[in-house]
């Protein structure tokens, strides 16, 4: 099974940056950071497919966001530059170790394994 730790939450001000990393136990094909807000679902921000290639990311954050991966640590980051008040929320690791499709990979209901969340506070 894959399991999941997140780090690197906290509070910054207005244009600061952050990085949150995912640590795992068993590599998967894709991990990727969702953030959710208080009676909400969760929002695909940023993903990467663990066997090489460039990130996919939302509108809302590219540019600022930049997800990377590292084999050799078992763990992928999110850096976080640029941060707005709006990027406020609980942030999400999720694993899943299928094929997933380019249009669906920002998408929960595709991943089966998650992180505790980590909170992000942009004031």
């Known amino acids: 099974d894959v399991q999941l730790v997140e780090s690197g939450g906290g509070s910054v001000q207005a244009g600061g940056s952050l990085r949150l990393s995912c640590s795992y136990t068993r590599r998967p094909n894709y991990v990727t950071w969702f953030r959710q807000w208080p009676g909400n679902g969760r929002e695909g921000v940023a993903g990467?497919?663990?066997?090489?290639?460039?990130?996919h990311y939302a509108d809302a954050v590219k540019g600022r966001f930049t997800i990377t991966h590292d084999i050799a640590k078992r763990a992928a980051y999110l850096q976080m530059d640029t941060l707005k008040p709006e990027d406020t929320a609980v942030h999400y690791c999720?694993?899943?170790?299928?094929?997933?499709?380019?249009?669906?990979?920002?998408?929960?209901?595709?991943?089966?394994?998650w992180g505790q969340g980590t909170q992000v506070t942009v004031s």
């Open positions: 999720a694993a899943s170790r299928g094929w997933i499709g380019p249009e669906f990979r920002l998408r929960a209901p595709w991943y089966d394994h």
């Open positions: 990467i497919y663990t066997g090489g290639g460039d990130g």
